[in-house]
């Protein structure tokens, strides 16, 4: 899994996106005084959430939805 700074990953977007989509491989990204983020292709954070709801059942805690 490959660490960057949010001002890396602002200066080279596209690089960074193209290597995680062709590579397969997470990225964190810190900030300062931020808990960190994680990128990931969507097809990996389908397949984890998948397995995520599968082991907590249907009903299970955790099933917020995101609201922008």
């Not at 808990?35 to 299970?60: C, F, Q």
Request: hydrophobic share 35%; aromatic share 8%; net charge negative.
């Amino acid at each position: 899994m490959k660490v960057v700074t949010a001002s890396y990953l602002r200066a080279n977007l596209a690089n960074v996106f193209d290597a995680v989509e062709n590579d397969a491989e997470d990225l964190v990204v810190t900030r300062s005084g931020h808990e960190p983020l994680v990128i990931m292709r969507k097809s990996e954070y389908d397949a984890w959430r998948e397995t995520e709801h599968s082991s907590r059942g249907a009903n299970g805690p955790g099933r917020e939805r995101l609201r922008w």
